[in-house]
């Protein structure tokens, strides 16, 4: 990205006046210098802050204050990437993605039923041998009653290469002519699951910098809109320097920290970057943990199991126990934290045990299906579970069918709080929406409204839910990082069915206003 960011620096805020602190009868001023909060005294107690060309006070009118949101699990550019690509997630079958497919592709002019060069004036993809790739993404086909193929994909598509993807991001379908494109021979169903799938992925995020630049502005803008201060993006190329170029160009939107994964450790340790490492001088963007993929994924029948799969198969380990602790004993010596993905209870069993042969914590990422021997484990171990609560909404169906018996077993977060384990939430957007408010809702009552709640025993306070979903404290107080938003509601007192449809008024990142609408 070149020159500034677009909408130029966040406006700093000297003074937050009337709020309602949670848990409080009544209203407080909150008074910040430059990235904190230095009094919160009764309403009116302290004079109005002056006004100047940098700074501005805010009358909340009575609102909610309390800590802003993280997300603890993003792949961020594929996020902001969404909006540019065709999406399946409405699909309920095969045939159903097919039209979405097919009405997306005519209106950009490209497909089986236009002409070479068709598209008219702006269309960027055409169907005549090279035209330009079509991605498509959020492909429930897991869920589906019948299967996508290759062969339905060249019907819709012709000779423009298309690519659909999965929503776990495990798994994606390409059709004949994104096979040619790659140099593979056309054949079988066009199915790439796992590391292969991967590499594709990666291959797919090449957008020019300036273009991502823009739909990363345009995605933190969203987030900010819902309530939320800072992210752990998870995306799976080298991301640390990217970041750093865009608060370059005054990117001020979001607090980040970046991780990597084991085919760029060795570039992150000979760079000394350890967890925590600020790489810019505003401390908004840091160095995150290694990520390790240990095993696939539900939608996929990957995820590695105790219990087998319809066919026999217990899913797949994608490395080994030694390889594993030894990429974890590197990354821990080398001062990175560790991120380990873990959706089977059989991963999962493996990756406490090498947190338990290691003597070290870190985070199990997802921690979808667990054995009950290895709920007392996380805390005991000091590992964190970071879990996506908008998906056990999403996968409500999946896991009945796929992994029959064990639904009581998924996403055991409260007994997992029981046992003292400290559990973090994120949404894995784009395979949910980057929305806080929605995975807090899935917490809270294990069910989309309207819904029966799925394993209720397992549904968790709003305020563990809250706690969750940020790093501040629920009541912001003097000496505190301001990092805070505004809410029209309190999410103490409303109903919980409406957790998801909370709006937010303002949200503030270090003593800047990230979005206003008020």
């Not at 996508?148 to 993807?165: C, F, K, N, Q, Y």
């Not at 020019?208 to 819902?226: F, G, I, K, N, T």
């Not at 991780?259 to 505003?282: F, I």
């Not at 929406?433 to 709003?462: F, K, M, Y």
């Amino acid at each position: 990205m070149t020159g500034s960011w677009s909408m130029g620096a966040s406006p700093a805020v000297a003074q937050i006046r009337n709020v309602t602190l949670l848990g409080d009868a009544g209203l407080s001023d909150i008074t910040i210098a430059g990235e904190r909060i230095v009094s919160v005294t009764p309403a009116g107690e302290r004079p109005e802050q002056p006004t100047t060309a940098a700074t501005e006070v805010i009358d909340a009118d009575g609102r909610w204050l309390t800590s802003g949101l993280w997300d603890e699990h993003v792949h961020f550019a594929q996020w902001a990437e969404q909006s540019t690509r065709l999406d399946l997630g409405a699909a309920t079958h095969a045939g159903a993605a097919l039209e979405l497919l097919a009405a997306g592709l005519a209106e950009i002019g490209a497909g089986a039923g236009a002409g070479a060069g068709a598209g008219g004036s702006g269309s960027t993809v055409a169907s005549s041998p090279g035209a330009a790739e079509v991605v498509a993404m959020r492909a429930r086909a897991a869920s589906w009653p019948d299967a996508i193929s290759r062969e339905a994909l060249d019907a819709v598509a012709g000779a423009t290469p298309l690519v659909v993807i999965g929503v776990d991001l495990h798994s994606l379908w390409l059709n004949s002519a994104a096979m040619r494109a790659r140099g593979m021979e056309p054949q079988g169903d066009g199915h790439i699951i796992e590391d292969d799938c991967f590499a594709l992925l990666r291959e797919l995020d090449n957008r020019p910098a300036h273009e991502l630049d823009v739909l990363v502005e345009r995605a933190s803008r969203s987030a900010a809109a819902r309530g939320v201060v800072g992210i752990v993006d998870l995306e799976m190329r080298w991301c640390l320097d990217e970041w750093a170029r865009r608060e370059a160009a005054g990117f001020d939107l979001l607090r980040v920290e970046a991780a990597v994964y084991p085919d760029q450790l060795d570039r992150a340790l000979t760079a000394e970057h350890r967890s925590g490492d600020h790489l810019t001088e505003s401390g908004r963007l840091r160095v995150g943990p290694l990520k390790i993929i240990t095993d696939g994924s539900l939608g996929t029948s990957t995820a590695w199991c105790c219990d087998p799969y319809a066919d026999g198969s217990f899913g797949r380990s994608l490395v080994s126990a030694p390889a594993l602790q030894e990429l974890m004993r590197r990354a821990h010596s080398g001062g990175l934290n560790l991120a380990i993905h873990a959706i089977g209870d059989r991963a999962g069993a493996q990756v406490l045990d090498a947190f338990e042969a290691l003597g070290i914590g870190g985070r199990i990422e997802h921690a979808q299906l667990l054995r009950d021997e290895d709920l007392d484990r996380f805390a005991q171990l000091g590992v964190e579970a970071s879990v996506q609560p908008t998906h056990l909404v999403d996968d409500r169906e999946l896991t009945e069918r796929v992994w029959p018996g064990r639904a009581p077993r998924a996403f055991p977060l409260a007994s997992l709080d029981a046992r003292g384990t400290r559990l973090v939430f994120g949404s894995d957007a784009p395979v949910a929406p980057l929305d806080p408010w929605e995975g807090i809702h899935a917490a809270v009552n294990r069910a989309r409204q309207g819904d029966a709640p799925w394993t209720a025993s397992e549904r968790v306070p709003v305020e563990l839910a809250l706690m969750s979903s940020m790093r501040g404290p629920l009541v912001p107080g003097r000496g505190d990082i301001a990092d805070l938003v505004l809410l029209d509601a309190d999410p103490l007192s409303m109903p919980a069915s409406h957790l998801d449809d909370m709006r937010v008024s303002a949200t503030v990142v270090g003593g800047r206003v990230t979005h206003r609408a008020l």
